[in-house]
């Protein structure tokens, strides 16, 4: 109606220049991590839907992976740039945290479904699981620029999105039939909703991706801003939470209620 568009309200020529802005790569996205942090110490320990081995893992996981969530904008922005490290070296860090990132997903699974365990053969599936969309999305990805070499080079990150999303669905089908998680319903269900959660983040940005890409519009920037929320500031509290949630009958454990 006549006004400003709402990126020049925030200071920014277009919705490209906002998403692109420490603003909202770096300290949009620490916040609610940072805090999380905080409140789960502060907390102490609750009692989770499984066995204490399974809620333990669940709180070691929620305090490691969110302080990574926390370095990883700093590290891949300005602490980057501080540095001064090349083009290369930036993308290798970007890349690196990109895999952690997905390995957080495989570690929440088959860490549980072996009863909480961090390390064995859990840990080793989990690596696996990690490098299976990346091994399908650059062959992909260098097989459509044969067929038009001046392919957006973003065009890798939408294949990416787009198999994670799938991979994600497929898992969270395969978890109703999986033996391992007979007569453990409440962990089965939560399990499917990390991974339902997880595709709706990689939807969204595969989404934007494509509205970007393939229509060439800048609110493909805005909406990229949601998924990064997703991933960045609600992942850890989610997958927390949601395990000790009321659903779960959450509460204090004895020891920590005798304090």
């Avoid at 709180?59 to 540095?83: E, H, I, K, N, S």
Wanted: charged share 15%; with cysteine.
């Amino acid at each position: 109606c006549g006004g400003p568009p709402l990126p020049e309200l925030l200071g920014f020529p277009t919705w490209k220049a906002f998403y692109q802005s420490e603003l909202q790569s770096v300290w949009a996205v620490v916040l609610v991590p940072a805090c999380f942090l905080l409140w789960a110490l502060w907390a102490g320990r609750l009692r989770g839907p499984g066995t204490e081995a399974e809620a333990a893992f669940v709180r070691r996981y929620a305090l490691f992976f969110g302080v990574l969530t926390v370095l990883d904008p700093v590290c891949t922005g300005p602490f980057t740039r501080w540095l001064g490290l090349g083009e290369a070296a930036g993308t290798a860090v970007m890349l690196g945290f990109v895999l952690l990132g997905d390995f957080r997903v495989f570690l929440l699974l088959f860490g549980l479904r072996a009863g909480g365990a961090w390390r064995g053969p859990a840990a080793r599936q989990a690596g696996l699981w990690t490098l299976a969309v990346p091994a399908f999305a650059w062959p992909v990805h260098q097989g459509l620029t044969i067929f038009d070499p001046a392919l957006p080079s973003q065009t890798l990150w939408l294949v990416y999105e787009a198999a994670f999303m799938g991979l994600a669905l497929t898992l969270r089908r395969g978890l109703s039939r999986d033996e391992a998680f007979a007569g453990r319903p409440v962990l089965r269900a939560y399990l499917r909703r990390v991974l339902a959660y997880v595709a709706v983040y990689y939807g969204l940005w595969a989404l934007s991706d494509a509205l970007v890409l393939g229509a060439g519009l800048d609110a493909g920037w805005a909406l990229r801003v949601f998924p990064n929320q997703l991933y960045y500031a609600l992942f850890v509290p989610f997958v927390y939470l949601s395990f000790f949630s009321a659903r779960s009958a959450p509460r204090r454990s004895a020891v920590q209620a005798a304090r």
